[in-house]
């Protein structure tokens, strides 16, 4: 009878804890989201922000499941929901721009402006919050931490969902990057990084230098140099700069273009001494005119392009105003850099960043780059050698699979949660 008894008992415990396990492993297998916040001002978060999904699902298939969203634009009105076409207007003017980046940097002023914004819009940035159910939360953009994070606390919320800011700006940073909130600050400098905790609030055991975020399949592509300009119909004997306008081709780039046409052609033997890839982004008029004109040098001119890994891979130098994703990925293939422009406030510090560390120099003349390139490619080449040694110390290609390694750390040591196992989404009792 006690040992039917013991044995029932046995059974009991064995299922409740078999029933334990079963939980443990469906909460712990359970998918979890992902919401990347950013905004299409300006080319580099959306780019940071894919980079960091591709890495999610390289290194953690269905694990996690990453949306990337522009909440402003999608949840809410005026001005918010036109962020990019404000910012393209601005930059455009750069006066305009740089009063309004240096206006709104002290903290009276953006916490007035955030708090505005907030009491208009707190509740349409909840529903977007809600709508995607994210677990963790990863903002790749200065003006989407306060907000969220206050509906967040508003909502009781902040122990449970994730919270971490992806700055995507190398150097120079506007302060509504920094948030005391954030369980994680991941700053793509030590530059930034000594920013973030002596003005911007934040402890130390907050904030990890891995770089700036670069997508995956560029960081870790293996190229060959010579098997690239086979494949990109270029010259394989002639040293190739490549010439940048970025997204929208905007910049200097057919002034440039002239210039380096003209230097690069040696006029003793009527021989060219390098060759131009120039790379015109959404720019149609700029590609028809360039491909009308007459060159002396081998010149190829392309629209926007998806291989950049590739048309980097195959060239020696690269000329490009100073985007810190541009500077990124030319420093993982070890590419000296011409800087050529920037916009004021975010970009300005890129500049010295390139240049004291010897990757690269600055210069707004046409003319004086031509010379540089032109120099480069024949009598100090060894300045070329030596800046593409100093590029490559400073790249970081493996920076995103730090971050969202971290941020998987992150979310395990939240495992033992307050979360029913069952719930699908951390807003599920919000609903």
């Not at 712990?28 to 919401?35: A, G, I, P, Q, S």
């Not at 690239?228 to 997204?247: K, Y």
């Not at 290609?397 to 969202?404: K, N, Q, R, S, T």
Request: net charge negative; glycine share 8%.
């Amino acid at each position: 009878m006690n040992n039917n008894g013991n044995e029932v008992q046995s059974n009991s415990c064995n299922e409740e804890i078999n029933g334990g396990m079963e939980i443990m492993e469906n909460r712990n297998e359970r998918t979890k989201n992902v919401l990347i916040v950013m905004s299409d001002t300006g080319g580099g978060h959306r780019a940071s922000a894919e980079a960091i999904r591709d890495a999610f699902q390289i290194e953690f298939g269905d694990k996690y499941k990453v949306f990337v969203k522009d909440v402003w634009k999608e949840y809410t009105g005026w001005p918010l929901n036109d962020m990019e076409g404000q910012y393209k207007f601005m930059v455009n003017h750069v006066q305009l721009w740089n009063v309004a980046f240096h206006s709104t940097s002290p903290r009276w002023i953006y916490s007035v402006y955030l708090a505005a914004i907030a009491a208009f819009y707190a509740r349409e940035v909840e529903a977007g919050l809600m709508e995607y159910k994210p677990d963790i939360i990863i903002s790749v953009h200065p003006l989407m931490q306060h907000i969220p994070l206050w509906v967040l606390k508003w909502q009781g919320l902040q122990n449970k969902v994730l919270f971490v800011t992806v700055i995507t700006d190398l150097s120079t940073c506007h302060p509504t990057w920094f948030h005391p909130w954030v369980n994680r600050l991941y700053c793509p400098s030590e530059v930034v990084a000594k920013k973030a905790s002596q003005e911007g609030g934040l402890e130390e055991s907050q904030i990890r230098v891995y770089g700036l975020p670069i997508r995956p399949s560029f960081a870790r592509a293996v190229l060959v140099k010579d098997q690239l300009r086979q494949e990109l119909e270029m010259d394989p004997n002639l040293p190739a700069v490549l010439l940048m306008g970025g997204g929208e081709g905007m910049g200097p780039v057919q002034k440039t273009a002239k210039a380096l046409g003209e230097a690069l052609f040696d006029k003793e033997t009527e021989k060219p001494i390098g060759q131009i890839v120039i790379i015109c982004g959404r720019n149609k008029s700029l590609v028809s005119t360039l491909e009308s004109l007459e060159w002396k040098v081998p010149v190829k001119v392309r629209g926007f392009e998806t291989i950049m890994a590739k048309w980097m891979g195959a060239c020696d130098c690269i000329i490009t105003k100073a985007g810190p994703g541009t500077i990124a990925e030319a420093l993982i293939r070890g590419l000296p850099i011409i800087l050529n422009d920037y916009i004021p406030g975010q970009e300005k510090g890129n500049v010295p960043y390139v240049v004291d560390n010897g990757a690269g120099v600055f210069t707004r003349s046409s003319k004086e780059t031509a010379r540089i390139v032109t120099q480069w490619f024949s009598t100090k080449s060894d300045d070329m050698k030596r800046m593409s040694e100093n590029a490559l110390k400073l790249a970081q290609p493996e920076a995103v699979f730090g971050i969202v390694r971290d941020i998987d750390e992150l979310a395990l040591q939240r495992e033992p949660s307050n979360f029913p196992y069952t719930l699908t989404s951390s807003f599920t009792s919000l609903i």
